[in-house]
């Protein structure tokens, strides 16, 4: 027996998010299907990230156990053969049998992508949120610096997340304009349910002028849901990678 662990790209736009859920179309189902078949064991992969429903990855991480003689790294290039064309395993290789892609140091980016302009584009409209209002870019960057480091990120998650602790690190969050898009891209150690969402629709409420950047310290302080800006739409997020480390970043 031994575990492989997969990167694994996707666009969300037909699922129902990452984590199987009964009669509903999801990426993890899409996978242990196909591996299942590829490999005549029944698989059942463990995912590091359970991304929502229509949100996309380019680096997700899953692990599974199997018997099979293919080599690690040949798994990717066969298991494709098998998946709809929305899905893609990007890498296969093994690793320790103890590896769990959700115990594991590990750092986390994802990116979220605002069309900002006077006019939607169709061709961005399943990969981007379309805002057509002005946006202040030095205003969000502004922001953005008082949510770096480690708080208490209660005023930013959903008021369905079941967790205690809701303590997060944030290592980089960074705001940039590129031609007609702003990219909100984020680092931390894990997040919150909607936590990324929550931040990216806050900081396009400071962008249009209806939260002064200031008022991020006592939105944290707060510890209050109804303090931060809506939940972003989930379109315009993309899980980047997911960095496995050993030392704590700095």
Known sequence: MKRIRLVIAYDGTNYCGWQLQPGLPTVEAQINKALSSLLGEKIAVIGASRTDSGVHARGNVAVFDTDTRIPPEKICLAVNQRLPEDIRVQ????????????KVNCRKTYEYRILNRNIALPMERLYSYFVYYSLDIDAMQKAAGYLAGEHD??????????????????????????????????TGSGFLY????IIAGTLIEVGRGAIPPEHMPAILLGRDRSLAGPTAPPQGLTLMNIDYITDNIE
């Open 91 to 102: 890498s296969s290789i093994e690793v320790a049998a103890d590896f769990h892609p959700r």
């Open 153 to 186: 990120f209660k005023s930013f998650c959903s008021v369905k997340t079941q967790v205690k602790d809701t303590v997060r690190s944030i290592y980089r969050l960074s705001v940039r304009k590129e031609e007609e898009a702003i990219i909100l891209s984020i």
């Open 194 to 197: 909607n936590m990324v969402r």
